[in-house]
């Protein structure tokens, strides 16, 4: 199993950056690809932003043009650039990884926007 762990988030005011950061262990397994997901209190998780092997990235509407999603190779760590971070952007953020039919969760970093 592929074990993810985030870190790189906390508080910031609106307008703010911030950088999350997701590194993947495990051996054995190719991860075809990566993404972020966020959960705010009583919200449903969502679609931030993923890459696949190949580079190829899709963004949430919300977070186009403020977002940016990368992959370093070959350590498998997942970055997320946050710009201009809006207050509506709070949530818990999650790393998600796909290697084959099988998924992995990390366990996620808190995000704060103030306004």
């Known amino acids: 199993q592929v074990h993810l762990v985030e870190s790189g988030g906390g508080l910031v005011q609106a307008g703010g950056s911030l950088r999350l950061s997701c590194i993947a262990s495990?051996?054995?397994?190719?991860?075809?690809?990566m993404g972020w997901y966020r959960q705010a209190p009583e919200q449903q998780r969502e679609l931030v932003a993923t890459?696949?092997?190949?580079?190829?990235?899709n963004y949430a509407d919300s977070v186009k043009g403020r977002f940016t999603i990368s992959r370093e190779y070959p350590k498998n760590t997942l970055y997320l650039q946050m710009n201009n971070l809006k207050p509506e952007d709070t949530a818990v953020y999650y790393c998600?990884?796909?290697?084959?039919?099988?998924?992995?969760w990390g366990q996620g970093t808190q995000v704060t926007v103030s306004s």
């Open positions: 890459i696949t092997d190949g580079g190829r990235t």
């Open positions: 495990g051996s054995g397994f190719n991860i075809n690809a």
């Open positions: 998600n990884a796909r290697y084959g039919i099988l998924s992995s």
